[in-house]
């Protein structure tokens, strides 16, 4: 079956770092591209970071310079790497995979093109 397994959350002081991770199984991961949605409670889920077909990333702008998206295509996972952590990154990190030809960077963000989803990964950041 389809799994998309995120990994890599905790609790870090602001300023600080982590690295998510998901690992994707159960569908042909080329015919895909990925990204990092995050909800906090009363709150829409917002896209975070995401790849584009053309290989190019998005990312949200409060994000922007701190944070960098990646993946390992053999290993079939995907990376959030996040830098100069501050508290209002505080949520709930899910990753997510659409299919490569709703992809554009025009959609980064649409969270209904998104087909697939992890079950997320707590990020709490503390001043």
């Known amino acids: 079956q389809v799994q998309l397994v995120e990994s890599g959350g905790g609790s870090v002081q602001s300023g600080g770092s982590l690295r998510l991770a998901c690992a994707a199984s159960?569908?042909?991961?080329?015919?895909?591209?990925m990204g990092w949605f995050r909800q906090t409670p009363g709150k829409e889920r917002e896209g975070v970071a995401s790849?584009?077909?053309?290989?190019?990333?998005s990312y949200v702008d409060s994000v922007q310079g701190r944070f960098a998206i990646s993946q390992d295509n053999a290993k079939k996972t995907l990376y959030l790497q996040m830098n100069s952590l501050k508290v209002e990154d505080t949520a709930m990190y899910y990753c997510?995979?659409?299919?490569?030809?709703?992809?554009?960077?025009?959609?980064?963000?649409?969270?209904?093109?998104?087909?697939?989803w992890g079950q997320g990964t707590q990020v709490t950041v503390s001043s």
């Open positions: 159960g569908y042909a991961y080329s015919n895909y591209r």
């Open positions: 790849i584009n077909a053309d290989g190019s990333a």
């Open positions: 997510a995979a659409r299919p490569y030809s709703y992809s554009s960077s025009a959609n980064a963000f649409v969270r209904r093109v998104y087909t697939k």
